[in-house]
Nanobody, 115 residues
Framework: QVQFVESGGGLVQPGGSLRLSCIAS????????MNWYRQAPGKQRELVAS???????NYAGDVKGRFSISRDNAKNAVYLQMNSLKLEDTAVYYC?????????WGQGTQVTVSS
């Protein structure tokens, strides 16, 4: 059974940090292009960060310099380190795995930035 399970969300004050994790099972994780998306209330889901299987990364403009995506293929894991969090980073964060002809989503983890 294919599963992608996120964890690490929570409530944090502005300026704080969180590290999200996504653990995969049932797939050959290392061959997937991995993404983190987020969806805030009333907004469309948006791409936050991505990493291909070669390790190249891309970030949305508003998180560049604050967020960092990484992966550990030995652990079937992808991470999103989020620093200097802002109120507008509040959203449900989803990991997404893409391979030609195949795509998988996690269930999401809530990140709330509030004072």
């Amino acid at each position: 059974q294919v599963q992608f399970v996120e964890s690490g969300g929570g409530l944090v004050q502005p300026g704080g940090s969180l590290r999200l994790s996504c653990i995969a099972s049932g797939v050959i994780f290392s061959i997937y292009h991995m993404n983190w998306y987020r969806q805030a209330p009333g907004k469309q889901r948006e791409l936050v960060a991505s990493m291909n299987r070669g390790g190249s990364t891309n970030y949305a403009g508003d998180v560049k310099g604050r967020f960092s995506i990484s992966r550990d293929n030995a652990k079937n894991a992808v991470y999103l380190q989020m620093n200097s969090l802002k109120l507008e980073d509040t959203a449900v964060y989803y990991c997404n795995a893409v391979l030609t002809g195949s795509e998988h989503w996690g269930q999401g983890t809530q990140v709330t930035v509030s004072s």
